[in-house]
C-alpha cells in the first residue's frame, strides 16, 4: 500500500521559516516526479513546486522555496522561508509517473502563517 505522510507544519509569523517533509511508503519513488500543493480556505489547490527530471516552482514561491529529495529515505522535502501571511494553507505531497497525473497524494499538513 502506498502512503505519502507529510510532517513539519506548524504556526510561524511572517519572514520566519519551516522546512516540510513527506515520507513515501510501499514504492520506491526514485522514477516519479514529486511534487507539493496547497490549499487555503476558500480557495482550489494549487501547485507549489515539484522535482523530477528538473525542479519547478510556482511564481509565487520562487526564491523562498526550496523543494529537495532524499532517495536514500524516499523522502522529499520543501524549506520555506521568509513566509508570508498568503502561505497559509494546507500543504500536501504528491507523486506521478513520468507524464502521468499526480495519483498518490498525503494527507496534508497545516501550515500558518501570522503577521
Known amino acids: 500500500q502506498v502512503q505519502l505522510v507529510e510532517s513539519g507544519g506548524g504556526l510561524v509569523q511572517a519572514g520566519g521559516s519551516l522546512r516540510l517533509s513527506c515520507v513515501a511508503s510501499?514504492?520506491?519513488?526514485?522514477?516519479?516526479?514529486m511534487g507539493w500543493f496547497r490549499q487555503a480556505p476558500g480557495k482550489e489547490r494549487e501547485f507549489v513546486a515539484s522535482?523530477?527530471?528538473?525542479?519547478s516552482y510556482a511564481d509565487s514561491v520562487k526564491g523562498r522555496f526550496t523543494i529537495s529529495r532524499d532517495y536514500i529515505k524516499n523522502t522529499v522535502h520543501l524549506q520555506m522561508s521568509s513566509l508570508k501571511p498568503e502561505d497559509t494553507a494546507i500543504y500536501y505531497c504528491a507523486g506521478r509517473r513520468t507524464g502521468g497525473r499526480y495519483e498518490y497524494w498525503g494527507q496534508g499538513t497545516q501550515v500558518t502563517v501570522s503577521s
Open positions: 522535482s523530477g527530471t528538473s525542479t
Open positions: 510501499g514504492r520506491t519513488f526514485s522514477r516519479y516526479t
